[in-house]
């Protein structure tokens, strides 16, 4: 399996913008989840889902953050209007979540700089 | 909400010295316990994990013990590589592999 694939790997965009983030999760996991990185505040779970349902979107900073999973290959997260503040690693990962397997499998990451 | 500790925040090993690092959590439900490392540029990957009826798991140089009553569990390394610099994160977890809330991370740099 080729892991969880993010794209774009590198986002920079002006304050204002729209900004969409893709996640593919590894096929056949259950499980989806958003985490955002900044030296700051660290790892931080934003939204999870299950079986494309979000659980819990406790961790979304505000209302500009919004996260969909249309099917059980594909997932975004967007930012509208993005701001400065919003500059950081965001990494997509996923787990089977069944069986007692839970390992989470993050992708590369989009790190996304608004300038 | 849960709150994970980690110290210390960097650690320096000669090549061949073991070595430790800590966590600390605060729900006393937490029930998993995992540990990523996460190398320049990529994401965290595990690397061992704990649950919590089982106090210590070692899988070949690397160990991990878990202390329930004092909600604390820590990461051993021994006969520490150069491919073993990187950063390393604790994380507790109160159902079972969701709620991943994520220590601050710890700066491993071994010395050749």
């Known amino acids: 399996d080729a892991g969880v694939i993010q794209s774009p790997r590198h986002e920079v965009t002006e304050m204002g913008q729209e900004v969409t983030l893709r996640c593919k999760p590894i096929?056949?996991?259950?499980?989806l989840f958003w985490y955002r990185q900044t030296m700051m505040r660290g790892l931080e779970l934003l939204i999870y889902?299950?079986?494309?349902?979000?659980?819990?979107d406790s961790g979304m900073p505000e209302d500009r953050f919004s996260a969909k999973m249309p099917n059980a290959s594909f997932s975004t997260l967007k930012i509208q209007p993005s701001e400065p503040r919003d500059s950081a690693v965001y990494f997509c990962?996923?787990?089977?979540?069944?069986?007692?397997?839970?390992?989470?499998?993050f992708g590369p990451g989009t790190r996304l700089t608004v300038t | 909400g849960e709150n994970v500790e980690q110290h210390p925040s960097t650690l320096s090993v000669q090549e061949g010295d073991s070595a430790v690092i800590k966590c600390t959590y605060s729900?006393?439900?937490?029930?998993?316990f995992p540990w990523y490392k996460q190398e320049l540029g990529k994401g965290p990957q595990l690397i061992i994990d704990?649950?919590?009826?089982?106090g210590e798991k070692k899988d070949q140089r690397i160990a991990v013990t878990l202390n329930k009553t004092a909600k604390h569990f820590s990461l051993h390394i021994t006969e520490t590589q150069p491919e073993d610099s990187a950063v390393y994160f604790c994380?507790?977890?109160?159902?079972?592999?969701?709620?991943?809330?994520f220590g601050p991370g710890t700066r491993l740099s071994v010395l050749p």
């Open positions: 096929s056949g996991h259950d499980y």
């Open positions: 729900d006393s439900a937490s029930n998993y």
């Open positions: 889902f299950n079986n494309n349902v979000p659980i819990d």
């Open positions: 990962a996923s787990s089977l979540g069944v069986g007692g397997s839970y390992e989470q499998y």
């Open positions: 704990i649950r919590s009826n089982v």
């Open positions: 994380a507790a977890s109160n159902n079972y592999g969701q709620n991943f809330v």
